[in-house]
Nanobody, 123 residues
């Protein structure tokens, strides 16, 4: 199971750094991705990183603002979010997959991998 944490309330233009930790195991060379669900909207992929080599993937709307990174020694994936916008308000989740492109195109059902963390961006 993966646990996301680090969310909070921030003003537009601000930054937050989320963390995703695997409990009881390492990432086993899987891809670890972030996805989110905003109120009244479909969930969408945000970013993904391959634990084997650190290759990063982003959804188009997050490129340049979000940075995903990994620390395999801590079994933790991070999502640095800069220049946050009110439309980034959502519950953010992390999950594992075999492939980053497929993860971003079709992320899992929210809650299926663990609790998310709420990010609220005020205008």
């Amino acid at each position: 199971q993966l646990q996301a944490f680090g969310g909070g309330l921030v003003q537009a233009g601000g930054s937050l750094k989320l963390s995703c930790t695997a409990s009881g195991s390492d990432f086993n060379n899987l891809a670890i991705g972030w996805f989110r669900q905003a109120p009244g909207k479909e969930h969408e992929g945000v970013s993904c990183i391959r634990s084997s080599d650190g290759r990063q993937y982003y959804s188009d709307s997050m490129k340049g603002r979000f940075t995903v990174s990994i620390d395999n020694t801590k079994n933790t994936v991070y999502l640095q979010m800069n220049n946050l916008k009110p439309e980034d308000t959502a519950v953010y989740y992390c999950a594992a997959d075999w492939s980053c492109p497929s993860f971003l195109q079709s992320p899992p059902v929210p809650g299926s991998w663990g609790q998310g963390t709420q990010v609220t961006v005020s205008s």
